[in-house]
């Protein structure tokens, strides 16, 4: 029998995480634009979950009769869907709402999102022009009759939806697709700021397109379809790496073809045409939602662009420009430099070049006689790949196990497969049933007879666009013994092993999890002077869960700095009173991943790849490697301290799930910011915990340095 009395319902974690992307809308002290950014990231966000989660959960309540069960919340697929159907209205409401609020700020600042009936008139004009030259002929009006099937819609694709009344009173239906070749808005002459959104000037126009009709009335409407496709490796007869790429590629047409699970419409329409909508996407009446602000908001980064920038500039934060680590010279061998000692950066905060350099480096060195990576997410301007093509037409052995399967990204992969392969680089595409999400990248060198290796290992990928968004770490080092395993890794994968043997490394599926189990028993044991931090994504394995409130239980005190979902409750009485759940959004996506067991220089470090997650722990190919380094060890504790320390942007989780936001009456602090002033290569490591017995733990002196004060629960 499951105890659920301390856990949580991973969808239900999951909406709560994205309601406070959305709640940093409605932060005054954050930029007009940037807040415009948040509704967009979180309505992006919600179009995901329901593709994947929700898409995935109407997957296992068909196969599973229901009689499949949640681990933390006993739920079924079916009680699920109820739960996270009923969640939803509230946070559209709260979107709404805030978008209301933005656009009427944004006025002030001469950024307006026009409606055609507040168009000037000589705007009007200038629309009706454009309209004419660019819209119109590109139009493909579509009825649905007798005579006329109901047309496919594709997911997350914005359609003008008209219901059409017939000289007999008869209904029709007409659509009109919003061309994917069409601008998302149209700048208005002469404004520097005032824009129409495309559908509203279609729309506007959309009648006139059916003539003989009535129009008995019309929306925009976006419907979103399931895309949990499934890479099924037991369809796949050919072994042939080339006919795996086609495999997969012709997989990704099937993703816009499934059932629909959601259908959103911009205004309140009539029953008739919601019943009609309804029955031809088998949707039930909970499964539609009315959304007045714009249905796709990814418009918004196009649109900061276009601006001004004398009008963008004071609505966005003050840039930032990553540093150049001041233990790092740039005009010196980073290969030399990292055989001195570990090195440790921290996006974005530090810069990628020092990677970059040593990646290019080792392209061009003659003793440098291969260079082997795992990559799971490109940028679609890559650097990193044209460095990897240079350094396999310099004649240095290539080899990139390139993961096609990286939801959403895989025609990216596909593409850049092919410019690796014509480049001379061996790309092979890892293990059948098992994503390789791990981040390594290792360079051999050969002095003579004998090998060295540096080996580079990060918690993000490999995509220097997201350098700049998210907090990542990236661990160079030239020990022997992780050279010797990143050797093996790379062995083991080109052969399919899962099985392998290694010394330092832990890598799942079959390494991370059980030693993770094995570092918190050591804290165990040790009660309430046992100290257990970790700093992830999301936290949904059961045994990690358990082991984590049998650690309160036993007195351990427990920090888990965790933005996503976390499917433990803290403050449960008798089971998890000195566990703690702090949660950071801001500025840049939290995606570093730490994990550390006990105090001071007895401490035991880890930067991994893997999330606790079920499929990161037990079903993909990850990587978790231990920090010996005093300096990068004393980087990581910095690093966690300030983020305990946060109490502008951090929440806390209370024993009913939700979160309260903390704040401060002395010395507020932003944790990002505290890491866009201060360097952790310079950072003071006197402040680490004593080896010595603290007094109180950690939370209480916190709690004693900076009082917190509630201002929200969500």
Request: with cysteine.
């Amino acid at each position: 029998m499951k105890d659920y009395s301390y856990t949580q319902n991973r969808e239900l974690s999951w909406l709560r995480f994205n309601r406070r992307v959305l709640e940093e809308a409605a932060d005054q002290t954050v930029p007009l634009l940037e807040r415009l950014k948040f509704i967009s990231i979180f309505t992006s966000n919600l179009d995901e979950f329901f593709m994947i989660r929700v898409g995935s959960l109407f997957d296992l309540a068909a196969i599973s009769n229901n009689k499949e069960r949640d681990n933390k919340s006993g739920m079924s697929p079916r009680e699920q869907l109820r739960c996270v159907y009923e969640t939803i209205p509230p946070l559209i409401d709260l979107k709404n709402h805030l978008y209301e609020s933005l656009c009427t700020q944004l006025e002030e600042e001469g950024i307006v999102d026009v409606s055609m009936d507040q168009l000037t008139e000589a705007e009007q004009q200038y629309v009706s022009r454009y309209y004419t030259a660019n819209v119109l002929p590109t139009l493909s009006p579509q009825i649905v009759d007798s005579h006329h099937p109901f047309p496919h819609l594709e997911t997350k694709r914005l359609y003008i939806s008209l219901l059409l009344r017939e000289k007999k009173d008869r209904l029709s239906l007409g659509f009109v697709p919003l061309p994917a070749s069409l601008p998302a808005f149209l700048m208005l002459p002469n404004s520097n700021g005032r824009y129409l959104r495309m559908e509203q000037m279609l729309l506007h126009w959309a009648p006139s397109l059916f003539e003989r009709y009535k129009v008995a009335d019309s929306c925009v409407i976006c419907v979103t379809r399931n895309a949990d496709i499934s890479f099924d490796v037991d369809k796949f007869e050919d072994t042939t790496e080339e006919d795996f790429r086609n495999h997969v590629s012709k997989l990704l047409h099937l993703r816009g073809k499934q059932s629909a699970v959601r259908l959103e419409v911009s205004r309140p329409i009539s029953q008739a045409f919601l019943d009609i909508l309804r029955d031809r996407l088998d949707l039930e009446a909970h499964q539609v939602f009315v959304d007045r602000s714009p249905l796709n908001m990814s418009y918004v980064f196009a649109l900061i662009g276009q601006l001004p920038a004398d009008v963008s500039e004071k609505l966005l934060f003050p840039p930032y420009q990553p540093r150049q680590p001041e233990d790092l010279n740039p005009k010196q061998s980073m290969i030399q430099q990292i055989q001195q000692r570990d090195r440790l950066l921290f996006y974005p905060f530090d810069s990628v070049n020092p990677f970059l350099q040593l990646l290019q480096e080792a392209a061009e060195r003659k003793d440098v006689i291969a260079i082997k990576i795992t990559i799971y997410r490109l940028a679609s301007s890559s650097k990193i790949a044209r460095i990897l093509c240079r350094a396999a037409e310099n004649g240095k052995e290539v080899t990139v196990l390139m993961e096609l399967r990286a939801r959403f990204d895989e025609a990216n992969n596909i593409a850049w497969s092919k410019v690796l392969e014509e480049a001379g680089c061996r790309v092979i595409y890892g293990v059948e049933d098992y994503k390789c999400h791990s981040k390594i990248c290792q360079i051999t060198m050969r002095r003579g007879d004998t090998l060295h290796y540096i080996t580079q290992i990060g918690t993000g990928n490999y995509n220097e666009k997201t350098c700049a968004m998210y907090t990542d770490l990236c661990f160079m080092t030239a020990d022997k013994q992780i050279g010797l395993d990143g050797a093996a890794f790379f062995r083991n994968m080109l052969v399919s092993n899962l099985n392998g043997s290694y010394q330092r490394l832990l890598v799942s599926p079959n390494g991370i999890h059980q030693a993770l189990l094995d570092h918190m028993d050591e804290q165990i044991i040790l009660g309430h002077q046992g100290y257990i931090c970790i700093k992830a994504n999301s936290l949904t394995e059961r045994a990690i869960i358990n082991k984590l409130q049998q650690a309160s239980q036993a007195g351990v005190e427990v920090q888990l700095i965790l933005r996503g979902i976390c499917c433990i409750r803290p403050g449960i009485p008798g089971k998890t009173e000195s566990l703690h759940v702090t949660s950071i959004v801001g500025r840049y996506l939290e995606h570093a991943r730490i994990y550390c067991f006990g105090r001071g220089e007895q401490a035991k470090y880890f930067i991994s790849s893997a999330d606790l997650m079920t499929r990161n722990l037990l079903r993909r190919v990850e990587i978790a490697c231990p920090i010996d380094d005093p300096q990068v060890k004393s980087q990581l504790e910095w690093i966690l301290r300030t983020q305990l320390l946060d109490n502008v942007k951090a929440s806390s989780m209370l024993s009913d799930g939700s979160y309260l936001r903390k704040t401060s009456t002395v010395s507020p602090l932003n944790s990002q910011e505290e890491f866009m002033r201060t360097s952790s290569h310079t950072a003071q490591p006197s402040s680490a915990p004593a080896k010595s017995k603290p007094q109180g733990s950690l939370l209480q002196r916190l709690k004693d340095r900076f009082p917190w004060t509630i201002t929200r629960k969500y």
